[in-house]
């Protein structure tokens, strides 16, 4: 990628008559712009030809400024890697936190369950997101709300591991619509969180669909981990209170 000091110096060149400028027009100008060579991008952009054309002869100066080339092109990609991807925890990590205050600010239990269904999908820019719980023997009353899905004992540890408190899926295949009901064939890839079990709560799983591959196993679970705690006190919360 072309910097903006290489444009400049490039437009300098450009802009003067084509045919005049001279060997000493250059010296003139270094000697005007002393600090020219030391500008980012430009001491890299220039290669002086190899001193050798024989054939089997080695030009190590050539060799390593080739090499250094390529190290500084491979620094600056790095870098802008670093970058994109600073941006991007960032933007993630405020649509959390907007997820968590709609969360906190729901005013019973149904409401709760409304902003997670309605709200934090959008919040957090992904296509769905729903809450799953296993079945209770004595399940409360509250727990038969039809924005809850049902999964059948055994389903958190089946679905994430029992050593896993998250689960992130590049391919996420819900042929049953078991996790995300009628928006299963929607889904591409999903992030999947533990809810604890409380005193009146049983176990079960945050779940986010989204139709792009937004998530793969080599993201960092930090946020979603964090959002599926909160998620998990303010249903014990309400459901206790509700008790």
């Given at each position: 990628m072309t910097t903006s000091?290489?444009?400049?110096?490039?437009e300098e060149i450009q802009s003067a008559p084509q045919g005049q400028i001279s060997s000493a027009d250059i010296v003139d100008y270094l000697r005007s712009n002393p600090d020219f060579l030391t500008r980012p991008g430009v001491f890299e952009a220039i290669l002086p030809q190899g001193r050798w054309n024989e054939e089997g002869v080695v030009d190590m100066q050539q060799f390593m400024l080739e090499r250094l080339r390529e190290e500084i092109e491979n620094l600056r990609n790095c870098a802008r890697e670093v970058i994109d991807t600073s941006r991007s925890n960032m933007s993630t990590q405020t649509r959390t936190h907007a997820a968590v205050l709609a969360m906190l600010s729901a005013g019973d239990f149904e409401h709760l369950l409304?902003?997670?269904?309605?709200?934090?999908?959008?919040?957090?820019?992904?296509?769905v997101a729903v809450v799953c719980l296993e079945a209770a023997r004595n399940p409360a009353p509250q727990l038969a709300s039809p924005l809850i899905k049902r999964l059948e004992p055994g389903s958190v540890d089946r679905l994430l591991g029992a050593e896993n408190d998250t689960v992130l899926a590049n391919t996420f295949i819900d042929e049953g619509g078991d996790i995300f009901g009628e928006a299963a064939g929607l889904v591409r890839s999903a992030a999947?969180?533990?809810?604890?079990?409380g005193l009146t709560t049983p176990g079960g799983i945050m779940a986010l669909g989204s139709r792009s591959h937004a998530f793969h196993p080599n993201q960092g679970s930090e946020?979603?981990?964090?959002?599926?705690?909160?998620?998990?006190?303010?249903?014990?919360r309400w459901l206790e209170k509700a008790g």
């Open positions: 000091n290489e444009k400049a110096a490039a409304r902003i997670i269904t309605d709200d934090v999908s959008l919040l957090l820019d992904v296509d999947l969180a533990r809810i604890r079990p946020l979603v981990s964090f959002l599926a705690r909160v998620m998990e006190r303010c249903l014990h």
